[in-house]
């Protein structure tokens, strides 16, 4: 299994960013699929997750309207464009995939991509 994160780097406040997940070894299509960050010295926290189907998702209520989650199962990949950017994204951002059956949880997460929002 594999989640394979792309596009992070530094950019000004106010700028726009887009992260992508490259997912392999498991049946990408099943899996609900979430971005989650971590500022230095402070817990990881969700910030944007969509279904399997990519019919529904939801956010952090401070990423609403900057942030917009979606995936294309054709690709294994899901993405997260980040908009209006502020120096409080600045964190690593990471990748899960969570598929539960009523007798276990499959969870897999990246490595990671640093986004820096600095002037």
């Known amino acids: 299994v594999q989640l394979v994160e792309s596009g992070g780097g530094l950019v000004q406040p106010g700028g726009s960013l887009r992260l992508s997940c490259a997912a392999s070894?498991?049946?990408?299509?099943?899996?609900?699929m979430s971005w989650h960050r971590q500022a230095p010295g402070k817990e990881r926290e969700l910030v944007a997750a969509?279904?399997?189907?990519?019919?529904?998702?939801n956010y952090a209520d401070s990423m609403k309207g900057r942030f917009t989650i979606s995936r294309d199962n054709a690709k294994n990949t899901v993405y997260l464009q980040m908009n209006n950017l502020k120096p409080e994204d600045t964190a690593v951002y990471y990748c899960?995939?969570?598929?539960?059956?009523?007798?276990?949880?499959?969870?897999?997460w990246g490595q990671g991509t640093q986004v820096t929002v600095s002037s």
């Open positions: 899960n995939a969570r598929f539960s059956t009523p007798l276990r949880e499959y969870n897999y």
């Open positions: 969509i279904t399997s189907g990519g019919g529904r998702t």
């Open positions: 070894g498991f049946t990408f299509s099943s899996y609900a």
